[in-house]
């Protein structure tokens, strides 16, 4: 992990590798061009106010992700400037605020990957206010974020460099109670979320239910988070049908984790589930070829969940938070589940499955029961479940649905203030009744057209009376198939653990729903 030092250096005195700044389009008013932003005053000055000209002459544009590299002025100490594009420059009624933080997120981590095999970097940003900061430090961690584990030989890198070692926050105050509280934090979310990272990532021949649950079981132990584990005796004497229907193909039986951060008796509780089937064949539905190779994901929405309630301890925040990890690996077998089966859920309602593809819906639904029986005062899932969420937002987008309009827009917004993309999904009442099942209770498919709003629906069946609760769909961020962008890596990436958080905050702030 990339070490953050708050520092009130002048640029051009301070030792790095190199030095980071930002560039940008500049506003209609000033006419087209590139503009240096704020913090770059020094290294502009020591170019004689040329620095935006030498940097257009060198191809840069100011688009946000564009890095331009070039020599630092003579009387600099980092030999390498790297100025980082930051899109269009703020102006009017936004121009006193600055850039927007996720702008800021984003050149940070574009920056830091950059600047991969260099020990020391000092970020000259624009940073107006704690916000800023915070975001930035964000985005140095998350950018600089790399997954290693199987590319070391007897500490030799085979493949690529090492990560930024150290990044120094130019422009930020030490002392300051704000500005420490935002790297704080900042360092709390972005170490745990790089740790959901790593979970994604990790092959499922290493990763299982029964090795996950060590691992948050460590975890909990280390940050004084209660946890409890139930292993295939204690889900079948528990009657939790959904899981074990799901993990009986496999020879790795399933679990289902429990995390309970506690702060006070009288604070406000909110309740995480998260599916983490740690790898999905598709069971007897067995899925075609090309669609297996990154099914090691399909625990993203537990890592997630995991990611939360661990940043939430760390933080000490004002709100009791439990974390329900549905566990299990869906393989196809002698013993697996069949298409035609009907599954005793833990509420005591059956389900025919019709498609052993569509079981992270199954998981849920114990674990949803489960959280339900205590009354918390909202519950919020997460799962990679659906392909046709997908189809439906693309690959950087995940949807919200929710029993409550106000809270599903509640969850809508706080991703937003975080930099992750959601948008708002309606559950039609309409594609319930394609769920019907002559056979049991409920089947766990429906209408194929709006199939993500139909898993949708189906989750709510098990979620308690009157307990407000939201399904977070992010099939399509949690795992990066292409090149990395901004802050986000190839592979594993960590969505919705920062959305999550900030609902934890809003939570003990009273100011959710």
């Known amino acids: 992990m990339?070490?953050?030092?708050?520092?009130?250096?002048?640029?051009?005195?301070?030792?790095?590798?190199?030095?980071?700044?930002?560039?940008?389009?500049?506003?209609?008013?000033?006419?087209?061009?590139?503009?240096?932003?704020?913090?770059?005053?020094?290294?502009?000055?020591?170019?004689?106010?040329?620095?935006?000209?030498?940097?257009?002459?060198?191809?840069?544009?100011?688009?946000?992700?564009?890095?331009?590299?070039?020599?630092?002025?003579?009387?600099?100490?980092?030999?390498?400037?790297?100025?980082?594009?930051?899109?269009?420059?703020?102006?009017?009624?936004?121009?006193?605020?600055?850039?927007?933080?996720?702008?800021?997120?984003?050149?940070?981590?574009?920056?830091?990957?950059?600047l991969a095999g260099s020990k020391k970097a000092a970020f000259a940003l624009p940073l107006v206010d704690a916000g800023d900061l915070g975001a930035i430090a964000e985005g140095v961690l998350l950018g600089a974020y790399s997954f290693d584990a199987y590319k070391d030989n007897g500490g030799q890198r085979k493949n690529g460099k090492a990560p930024l070692a150290e990044a120094a926050l130019l422009g930020a105050k030490p002392r300051d109670k704000a500005h420490k509280a935002a790297l704080e934090r900042a360092t709390a979310v972005s170490e745990e979320l790089n740790r959901a990272r790593d979970l994604i990532n990790t092959p499922p021949n290493d990763l299982n239910p029964e090795s996950f649950a060590a691992i948050a079981t460590a975890a909990a132990k280390e940050h004084g988070i209660k946890v409890q584990v139930l292993d295939e005796k204690a889900l079948a004497k528990g009657g939790y049908g959904g899981i074990l229907g799901v993990g009986a193909g496999s020879a790795a039986g399933p679990r289902l984790v429990k995390l309970t951060y506690t702060h006070s008796r009288n604070a406000k509780h909110l309740a995480l589930v998260g599916k983490g089937i740690t790898y999905d064949s598709g069971g007897i539905s067995l899925k075609p070829a090309g669609h297996n190779e990154t099914m090691k994901c399909d625990m993203s929405g537990a890592a997630a969940v995991f990611a939360a309630v661990v940043a939430a301890a760390r933080l000490g925040l004002e709100v009791n938070v439990t974390g329900w990890l549905a566990l299990a690996e869906n393989m196809p077998s002698g013993s697996a589940t069949r298409p035609g089966d009907v599954l005793r859920m833990f509420s005591g309602k059956t389900v025919e499955v019709l498609n052993t593809d569509a079981e992270g819906r199954l998981v849920l639904a114990d674990a949803l029961w489960a959280a339900s029986q205590e009354k918390p005062d909202a519950i919020v899932d997460v799962a990679t479940l659906t392909g046709a969420m997908v189809l439906a937002l693309g690959n950087r987008t995940f949807g919200v649905m929710a029993n409550d309009d106000a809270f599903r827009a509640a969850v809508v917004e706080a991703a937003e203030e975080v930099g992750e993309a959601s948008?708002?999904?309606?559950?039609?009442?309409?594609?319930?009744?394609?769920?019907?099942?002559?056979?049991?209770?409920?089947?766990?498919?429906?209408?194929?057209?709006?199939?993500?709003?139909?898993?949708?629906?189906?989750?709510?069946?098990?979620?308690?009376?009157?307990?407000?609760?939201?399904?977070?769909?992010?099939?399509?961020?949690?795992?990066?198939?292409?090149?990395?962008?901004?802050?986000?890596?190839?592979?594993?990436?960590?969505?919705?653990?920062?959305?999550?958080?900030r609902l934890a905050e809003l939570t003990a702030a009273g100011d959710l729903g």
């Open 423 to 501: 948008w708002p999904m309606p559950l039609p009442e309409h594609l319930r009744k394609g769920m019907d099942s002559p056979t049991a209770d409920i089947a766990n498919m429906g209408e194929r057209m709006g199939g993500g709003l139909v898993a949708g629906l189906f989750l709510r069946e098990f979620v308690g009376e009157g307990i407000t609760w939201a399904h977070l769909d992010i099939a399509g961020p949690a795992f990066n198939e292409g090149g990395p962008f901004g802050y986000t890596p190839k592979g594993g990436t960590g969505s919705a653990v920062r959305t999550l958080v």
């Open 2 to 114: 990339t070490a953050l030092t708050l520092s009130t250096a002048a640029a051009p005195g301070l030792r790095a590798d190199a030095l980071v700044i930002g560039v940008a389009k500049s506003s209609g008013s000033k006419g087209a061009g590139l503009v240096v932003a704020p913090g770059a005053e020094a290294v502009d000055q020591a170019y004689d106010g040329k620095l935006a000209g030498v940097l257009e002459t060198l191809g840069a544009s100011g688009s946000e992700g564009e890095v331009t590299k070039l020599p630092a002025p003579a009387g600099f100490k980092a030999p390498l400037v790297v100025a980082v594009g930051l899109g269009a420059e703020p102006e009017g009624e936004d121009a006193d605020a600055g850039f927007d933080g996720e702008v800021l997120r984003k050149a940070a981590g574009v920056a830091a990957r950059a």
